[in-house]
């Protein structure tokens, strides 16, 4: 069974830092790329980065550049997603899915919700003094 897991995410004050991981059982991550995705409340899904499956192509939404870093760790089974610098609008659920094969689909530099799948229940990040 084919299954993503977001762990990591919590409280923290403006200026803070997370660490998020996305967990994959039931299937080797290093076949697909993988995505991180973010929906605040009234607000649709929106994506965050990207991160092909030969690790040589990362994406960001201009939003979150130069503040997160996507990783992976195929040995582990994990991909994670380092934010540093927080914002009150970093405030969100976020969500990890797997691309349709091993590269990220991006406009431009964001990742495209519909053209993931296997997304999984979300971890709560909230940004707040």
Do not use: H
Request: charged fraction near 15%; charge should be negative.
């Amino acid at each position: 069974q084919v299954q993503l897991v977001e762990s990591g995410g919590g409280l923290v004050q403006p200026g803070g830092s997370l660490r998020l991981s996305c967990t994959a059982s039931g299937f080797p991550l290093n076949v697909y790329a993988i995505g991180w995705f973010r929906q605040a409340p009234g607000k649709e899904r929106e994506g965050v980065s990207c991160i092909s499956s030969s690790e040589d192509s990362t994406y960001y939404a201009d939003s979150v550049k130069g503040r997160f870093t996507i990783s992976r760790d195929d040995a582990k089974n994990i991909v994670y997603l380092q934010m540093n610098g927080l914002k009150p609008e970093d405030t969100a659920v976020y969500y990890c899915a797997t691309s349709l094969d091993s590269l990220c689909v991006v406009y431009p530099t964001e990742p495209v919700p519909l053209n993931y799948d296997y997304y999984g229940q979300g971890t709560q990040v909230t940004v707040s003094s």
